[in-house]
């Protein structure tokens, strides 16, 4: 059995793992073109703020590789044969395959404002992308940001802790409006001031401007001029779907794969940020850009792949992040609606966080502690925790579990109910209620 | 500060000294994303993200439980926790 896996992302790699795990003697064939393999994509951002060197980024060693006995063909598959079960890699000619993984993640939204093609207009998307905007800080002292999301906040950060005067542009009067109410983005944009970030609100770049092909400024839609050596933009990402579509498999935003995460083609699975997976509970196909489903996914479709029916479960969406030095928990579904700083998905998001039912909102706390909650008829829908982390765990596994809510739901829905209290009496009587079933 | 909140402050500092002595340093995998800042920052060179990829407390022997691997971390993955020494899962 030779089982062929295209990408090295934290997909690729969960997928080796199980197949390997199922499967001591069948070969694997990792085929992916990254100079660099398998690395900490969302650890970026601490090399770009100096808290880590970028040695550092790379999780599996040699000798791990090696536990997984599995054979690296380093270039880039440019077809695939799904009838013939073949693939074409650049320079290396065609490879049979039993089962095959597409695991070849997203790529950044290019920025189409005129000058973006000038030098010093960067993304986050790469270790060569973070090494590069490394270098030029040295050189910048003024740089402008453009995006949403938690990657462009990553490098307004970064560049503000490498010594960089950062001017960031918001559409609008928020920041990451699909998922943090007003009250959250404005504690946020108010420590980004507080580090000395220029936040432009409701503005636009209209034109990067350059001399001698290298970026010397930006004039906004409403005609001001910043001079700045460096732009840096996060305006979403898009799941590579190019060799599915080409191979006639089925595509929509992302490649489309079921619960067993088998693409429309037989023998060929996919995982991690290029799939658009099939949510049972939903009923819908989702898409995730995160580092644990993607994990979660590639393990599943190697156990698939390795003949162990496994069906991918996607959890409530979970992710943590800091944000403007804040520890930040989003669980489950807590926004609504498009974020005009963001062009379809962003890194770190999920679909999920933006599919609201009927839901009401509780809050508690102030600025650095905050706990927003949704609380569903029974059961809490999703929250978002800012500062202080000690209920993120029993919050996540009331959401993911759907805890039963109707005891304290009136409760939570007082009016200045100490919410954070509530749910941390109730989460210790539930967990000795249920001890014997954990 | 008023003869309560010293004793809660106290009675903190022995619980925190209790749990450096016979805890241990726990992850939570599922907020984890391989960043590497605890391995980088642990003195003795204790590949902690190694242990928390795979889910396994740090029953390191060399592990001073210094807490630097707890701190730094900027997503909160880690924590210390009194295990039990023989049956490898936290309490």
Same mark, same amino acid.
């Given at each position: 059995?030779?089982?062929?896996?295209?990408?090295?992302?934290?997909?690729?790699?969960?997928? =080796?793992?199980?197949?390997?795990?199922?499967?001591?003697?069948?070969?694997?064939?990792?085929?992916?073109?990254?100079?660099?393999?398998?690395?900490?994509?969302?650890?970026? =951002?601490?090399?770009?703020?100096?808290?880590?060197?970028?040695?550092?980024?790379? $999780?599996? !060693?040699?000798?791990?590789?090696?536990? #997984?006995? #599995?054979?690296?063909?380093?270039?880039?598959?440019?077809?695939?044969?799904?009838?013939?079960?073949?693939?074409?890699?650049?320079?290396?000619?065609?490879?049979?395959?039993?089962? #095959?993984?597409?695991?070849?993640?997203?790529?950044?939204?290019?920025?189409?404002?005129? /000058?973006?093609?000038?030098?010093?207009?960067?993304?986050?998307?790469?270790?060569?992308? !973070?090494?590069?905007?490394?270098?030029?800080?040295?050189?910048?002292?003024?740089?402008?940001?453009?995006?949403?999301?938690?990657?462009?906040?990553?490098?307004?950060?970064?560049?503000?802790?490498?010594?960089?005067?950062?001017?960031?542009?918001?559409?609008?009067?928020?920041?990451?409006?699909?998922?943090?109410?007003?009250?959250?983005?404005?504690?946020?944009?108010?420590?980004?001031?507080?580090?000395?970030?220029?936040?432009?609100?409701?503005?636009?770049?209209?034109?990067?401007?350059?001399?001698?092909?290298?970026?010397? /400024?930006?004039?906004?839609?409403?005609?001001?001029?910043?001079?700045?050596?460096?732009?840096?933009?996060?305006?979403?990402?898009?799941?590579?779907?190019?060799?599915?579509?080409?191979?006639?498999?089925?595509?929509?935003?992302?490649?489309?794969?079921?619960?067993?995460?088998?693409?429309?083609?037989?023998?060929?699975?996919?995982?991690?940020?290029?799939?658009?997976?099939?949510? $049972?509970?939903?009923?819908?196909?989702?898409?995730?850009?995160?580092?644990?489903?993607?994990?979660?996914? /590639?393990?599943?479709?190697?156990?698939?792949?390795?003949?162990?029916?496994?069906?991918?479960?996607?959890? !409530?969406?979970?992710?943590?992040?800091?944000?403007?030095?804040?520890?930040?928990?989003?669980?489950?579904?807590?926004?609504?609606?498009?974020?005009?700083?963001?062009?379809?998905?962003?890194?770190?998001?999920?679909?999920?966080?933006?599919?609201?039912?009927?839901?009401?909102? =509780?809050?508690?706390?102030?600025?650095?502690?905050?706990?927003?909650? #949704?609380?569903?008829?029974?059961?809490?829908?999703?929250?978002?925790?800012?500062?202080?982390?000690?209920?993120?765990? $029993?919050?996540?596994?009331?959401?993911?579990?759907?805890?039963?809510?109707?005891?304290?739901?009136?409760?939570?829905?007082?009016?200045? !109910?100490?919410?954070?209290?509530?749910?941390?009496?109730?989460?210790?009587?539930?967990?000795?209620?249920? =001890?014997?079933?954990? | 500060?008023?003869?309560?909140?010293?004793?809660?402050?106290?009675?903190?500092?022995? @619980?925190?000294?209790?749990?450096? @002595? @016979? &805890?241990?340093?726990?992850?939570?995998?599922?907020?984890?994303?391989?960043c590497g800042i605890c391995s980088y920052n642990c003195p003795?060179?204790?590949?902690?993200r190694g242990h928390v990829w795979q889910g396994r407390a740090?029953?390191?022997?060399?592990?001073? @439980?210094?807490?630097?691997?707890?701190?730094?971390?900027?997503? &909160?993955?880690?924590?210390?926790?009194?295990?039990?020494?023989?049956? &490898?899962?936290?309490?």
């Open positions: 059995m030779r089982y062929v896996i295209i990408g090295m992302g934290v997909a690729g790699i969960a997928a =080796a793992e199980a197949i390997r795990r199922q499967d001591s003697t069948g070969e694997i064939v990792l085929v992916g073109d990254d100079p660099h393999g398998f690395y900490s994509r969302p650890g970026l =951002a601490y090399y770009l703020s100096g808290e880590l060197s970028d040695r550092q980024l790379f $999780p599996y !060693a040699a000798q791990d590789f090696h536990k #997984l006995n #599995l054979r690296y063909v380093k270039g880039r598959v440019t077809r695939i044969y799904p009838v013939e079960h073949q693939v074409d890699v650049d320079r290396h000619g065609r490879l049979d395959y039993d089962r #095959l993984l597409l695991a070849v993640g997203s790529t950044a939204v290019r920025l189409n404002t005129p /000058g973006a093609d000038l030098e010093g207009v960067v993304k986050l998307d790469h270790l060569d992308d !973070a090494r590069r905007i490394v270098k030029m800080a040295r050189r910048a002292k003024t740089a402008v940001v453009i995006g949403g999301g938690i990657t462009a906040l990553e490098l307004v950060e970064g560049l503000v802790a490498r010594g960089v005067r950062v001017h960031y542009f918001l559409r609008g009067e928020c920041y990451w409006r699909s998922v943090l109410d007003e009250e959250e983005s404005q504690v946020i944009l108010q420590r980004l001031q507080d580090d000395g970030v220029r936040i432009h609100f409701c503005t636009e770049a209209a034109e990067i401007l350059g001399k001698r092909g290298r970026v010397v /400024g930006v004039r906004t839609a409403d005609g001001r001029q910043i001079k700045c050596k460096l732009v840096a933009f996060a305006i979403g990402i898009r799941p590579r779907t190019e060799l599915a579509q080409a191979a006639g498999l089925d595509v929509e935003r992302g490649i489309l794969v079921n619960e067993y995460l088998q693409t429309s083609a037989a023998d060929i699975y996919a995982a991690g940020d290029a799939a658009q997976v099939f949510d $049972p509970l939903s009923g819908r196909s989702i898409l995730d850009s995160l580092w644990g489903p993607a994990r979660d996914q /590639g393990y599943a479709a190697g156990l698939n792949m390795a003949g162990q029916q496994t069906a991918y479960v996607k959890s !409530a969406p979970f992710n943590v992040t800091r944000l403007a030095g804040l520890t930040t928990t989003i669980i489950g579904t807590v926004g609504r609606g498009q974020d005009e700083d963001l062009l379809g998905i962003a890194r770190g998001d999920s679909e999920t966080w933006r599919q609201l039912p009927d839901a009401i909102v =509780a809050q508690s706390g102030f600025d650095v502690n905050r706990l927003r909650l #949704l609380v569903g008829e029974k059961r809490l829908l999703g929250a978002i925790v800012m500062g202080d982390q000690t209920l993120s765990m $029993p919050l996540q596994k009331m959401i993911l579990t759907g805890v039963d809510i109707t005891p304290i739901r009136s409760k939570l829905l007082a009016p200045n !109910a100490p919410i954070a209290d509530v749910i941390a009496d109730y989460w210790t009587q539930w967990r000795k209620e249920h =001890a014997s079933q954990q | 500060m008023d003869i309560m909140s010293f004793q809660d402050l106290f009675r903190q500092e022995a @619980t925190r000294r209790e749990v450096l @002595t @016979t &805890g241990h340093v726990v992850p939570e995998p599922e907020r984890c994303v391989q003795i060179g204790i590949d902690v740090v029953k390191d022997s060399h592990c001073l @439980t210094c807490g630097e691997c707890v701190a730094r971390c900027p997503r &909160g993955v880690l924590s210390f926790q009194r295990t039990n020494l023989f049956d &490898g899962r936290t309490k």
